[in-house]
């Protein structure tokens, strides 16, 4: 069965770093990939999807990601971040035909001022 | 207009009883999920209706059991409720199947069973 890790779990930054959050997937064949937002006491929303073409994905509020298929890998960037996008960061994964998605256990980040 | 609204955004019980969580989306969307996100962020499907037909239904005890009257609602009820099922449980919506169209999540419901 596909599965998809997240190895940061808690990431810390001062206002104005750069971020680079890791998803890996293990699935061979073609994959739609997502990453959701989830912002402290509200619900899951979308911040860019990847189905095909360009691998590198712009999302809302300035995050990108980038799909490298070699690495099994969608890491998703911001080149500065702001307090307000402290969140929990989901990374989510579509395998083949499947009609679900599969989620990775998430990353908390926290930016301080 | 809110897009995805569930009922009742919380939920405190005690062990043994039968609840129930209500979910309805305005999108027009024919699919709806429900997730369950445990204490340590990890979402999980647990089931999937299309159509009001349902198409995903993960390893989840049969004490859980969703319901579609409609594409514009799926409930969950829940009987004899254990510690175990304390977690927020997150209703979702696309137009279309997983993967393919954004999902739409509502606010989710924290059910907590003492």
């Known amino acids: 069965a596909q599965s998809v890790s997240q190895h940061n779990h808690h990431v810390i930054l001062s206002e104005a770093a750069s971020l680079e959050l890791g998803c890996n997937y293990s699935y061979g064949g073609t994959v739609n990939l997502f990453w959701y937002v989830q912002y402290p006491g509200q619900h899951l929303q979308l911040l860019l999807k990847?189905?095909?073409?360009?691998?590198l994905v712009k999302g809302i509020k300035g995050f990108e990601a980038e799909f490298i298929k070699s690495k099994f890998s969608f890491n998703l960037r911001k080149p500065s971040v702001q307090w307000s996008d402290t969140a929990e960061y989901f990374c989510a994964v579509r395998a083949g035909t499947a009609s679900k998605l599969t989620f990775g256990t998430g990353t908390r980040l926290q930016v301080t001022l | 207009d809110t897009a995805v609204s569930q009922t009742p955004k919380y939920l405190v019980t005690q062990m043994g009883n039968d609840k129930s969580i209500k979910c309805e989306q305005n999108?027009?969307?024919?699919?709806m999920y429900w997730y369950k996100q445990d204490s340590k962020k990890f979402l999980k499907i647990m089931f999937s209706y299309n159509n009001k037909e349902l198409i995903i239904n993960e390893t989840v005890p049969n004490r859980f059991s969703p319901k579609s009257p409609d594409k514009a609602h799926l409930n969950l009820h829940i009987n004899s409720l254990e510690l175990g099922d304390s977690a927020v449980y997150f209703c979702a919506s696309s137009q279309g199947l997983a993967g393919m169209e954004t999902q739409y999540f509502g606010p989710g419901t924290r059910l907590l069973v003492l």
């Open positions: 999108l027009g969307h024919d699919t």
């Open positions: 990847y189905f095909s073409g360009d691998p």
